[in-house]
């Protein structure tokens, strides 16, 4: 979770996976999840925010939204895009590594983490992170994180066919794998399965397990699936259809909602 690895790509992030044809069909997936349980006023602390699209849209769902992430360049663009949006009376953007986030005696009603952010932190990280979470929530909080699994058909076929098997199963590995940001700059990644994820927050209720991108690929598709759109239509279409745990097991992302 290197903060050199990460502003670098920040200037270049929307163009990479935000606004093209499957980032935005993957975010459209967790709003569609999002989207009942909010509420004009809701108090939301996003991690890992990147460059802002979730703390905007959530902003003009009526939230109050702190938006953090490691890397200041990150937080600097959202911070420039609630400004041009007219939305910074309801977005904070502050640089916080989720390692150093302790409570501080502010409490929120939901506790948000899009696309893999978490993926950055080690098993223990994790452990210590998920002892501090329910100070961070009210009583009835909910805790709504977006993870890349330890299983994603999309990729083990695509590797294999590529004729790189190592690729193909590298999410199944117990240790980190070193995940390229930029030429020159990789991040440590941990894979983490539903269940793994879930035990380490013991002091929260577990509510829901979803799919993010089972039928629609991973983002790295991109250039190939942006050329075929009816493709990408249809397997939009199956994306809206399939819900539940099982799906979950092999999507490039689960969403995983944990309550207080």
Not at 46 to 68: M, P
Not at 77 to 89: F, G, Y
Request: aromatic share 12%; proline share 6%; glycine share 8%.
């Amino acid at each position: 979770m290197a903060q050199s690895g990460f502003d670098p790509v920040a200037g270049d992030y929307d163009r990479q996976f935000s606004h093209t044809a499957v980032g935005r069909l993957q975010r459209a997936v967790v709003q569609r999840y999002l989207t009942p349980v909010l509420h004009p006023g809701m108090k939301v602390l996003e991690l890992n925010c990147g460059t802002g699209e979730d703390a905007l849209w959530l902003a003009r769902q009526g939230c109050l939204v702190r938006a953090t992430d490691i890397a200041p360049e990150m937080v600097r663009v959202t911070a420039e895009k609630a400004r041009d949006a007219s939305l910074q009376h309801r977005i904070e953007a502050e640089v916080v590594d989720i390692r150093d986030l302790r409570p501080d005696g502010r409490k929120y009603d939901l506790l948000f983490s899009d696309f893999g952010g978490l993926n950055c932190l080690s098993p223990e990280e994790m452990r210590q992170f998920g002892g501090r979470i329910s100070n961070l929530l009210h009583p009835g909080g909910l805790f709504v994180a977006v993870v890349m699994g330890r299983f994603c058909w999309w990729e083990s076929v695509y590797f294999a066919l590529k004729g790189n098997p190592a690729a193909a199963v590298r999410r199944w590995r117990s240790g980190p794998v070193a995940a390229a940001l930029s030429p020159g700059v990789n991040v440590d990644t941990w894979y983490y399965a539903p269940g793994t994820f879930r035990r380490f927050f013991p002091d929260l209720r577990l509510q829901t397990v979803q799919p993010v991108g089972f039928w629609l690929p991973p983002s790295y598709l991109n250039p190939f699936f942006a050329r075929r759109t009816g493709l990408l239509r249809q397997l939009n279409v199956l994306e809206q259809k399939c819900r539940g745990r099982l799906w979950a097991f092999a999507a490039d992302h689960y969403l995983i909602v944990l309550g207080r």
